[in-house]
């Protein structure tokens, strides 16, 4: 006896692309190369932390193309990205790999699902930060607010640790604590922040999440 598909039905390509997958593609960057993963694990190889991932890449692609959401957005994986890029020189397909890693971090992070005491998102953060208030990294306020990132007694204890490397900084001159009290940063620096909340309010839009 044949066998009759139903016209509603969804074509198996259609049931592979799950609801989080058109998601991803939608909202990540370069999320719609995501599809293209054929799990052969070079990118995990090539990392150079590759043995500290609880998700390698391509394990990450395969969790999207079954519809993880919650597993994904609220994993550490992608914030293990360290843009070496050897994952994208050496995928046999060319997946900007690199790019999504960093797409699902910052849409996890604007979801509000990312690990809150992720180190690298609370770098990222704190660079961002310094970087966004007047167009140029102080490198003084920077170095200090990452050594007392979790709190005053672990800040102390991390500035006694690193001593010898801060005093090296401040005699060839790559360390100024005067810096610190110093905002600096580039000319305009309204006009910067009238580009960001510009740009802000685009991607909001683009992205739904207004």
């Not at 060319?94 to 996890?108: D, F, R, S, T």
């Not at 360390?175 to 580039?186: D, E, K, Q, S, V």
């Amino acid at each position: 006896m044949n066998q009759t598909t139903s016209v509603s039905d969804p074509s198996p390509v259609e049931k592979y692309r799950n609801n989080f997958l058109k998601e991803v593609e939608a909202n990540v960057e370069e999320g719609d190369w995501v599809k293209m993963c054929m799990q052969c694990g070079v990118c995990s190889g090539s990392c150079p932390l590759g043995s500290a991932w609880a998700h390698p890449p391509q394990e990450l692609f395969m969790m999207i193309r079954a519809g993880q959401r919650e597993e994904v957005l609220r994993s550490e994986s992608m914030w293990m990205c360290t843009s070496c890029y050897s994952c994208v020189v050496r995928c046999p397909r060319e997946l900007p790999i690199m790019h999504i890693m960093h797409g699902l971090a910052n849409y996890a992070n604007r979801l509000g699902l990312a690990p809150k005491m992720n180190p690298t998102k609370r770098f990222a953060k704190l660079f961002w930060d310094n970087i966004a208030a007047t167009g140029r990294v102080n490198e003084s306020r920077l170095s200090i607010k990452l050594y007392f990132m979790n709190g005053l007694v672990s800040g102390i204890k991390t500035a006694f640790a690193m001593r010898k490397v801060g005093l090296g900084m401040l005699k060839t001159h790559r360390l100024n604590l005067i810096g610190f009290f110093r905002a600096g940063g580039i000319k305009e620096k309204n006009q910067l922040q009238q580009m960001l909340n510009k740009a802000y309010e685009i991607e909001d839009k683009r992205k739904g999440l207004s």
